[in-house]
């Protein structure tokens, strides 16, 4: 079964860090493109950061760009978020996503 399982979330102060897993399974997590995307309430989906296959691509929305690092571990299948200085905005559910797939999503809330 093809399966995405985030992990890492909760609730943070501003100016803080998190950082998310996702852990894959059920296919060959190295040939596909790994993204976060997020969800907040009144909000549309939006798509944080992507990760080529290799992780040599990589991508980031503007409004995270220097503050959040996409990566990922092959061998484990796993693709991770670090996100530092987070601000209130950033509060949303994390949700991975290859072509197709999503997994259930994990809740990030910077709130002080």
């Known amino acids: 079964q093809v399966q995405l399982v985030e992990s890492g979330g909760g609730l943070v102060q501003p100016g803080g860090s998190l950082r998310l897993s996702c852990a894959a399974s059920g296919f060959a997590f190295n040939w596909y493109t790994m993204r976060w995307y997020r969800q907040a309430p009144g909000k549309e989906r939006e798509l944080v950061a992507a990760i080529g296959s290799s992780g040599s691509a990589i991508n980031y929305a503007d409004s995270v760009k220097g503050r959040f690092t996409i990566s990922r571990d092959n061998a484990k299948s796993t693709v991770y978020l670090q996100m530092n200085s987070l601000k209130p905005d950033d509060t949303a559910v994390y949700l991975c996503?290859?072509?197709?797939?999503w997994g259930q999503g994990t809740q990030v809330t910077v709130s002080s």
């Open positions: 996503n290859r072509i197709n797939i």
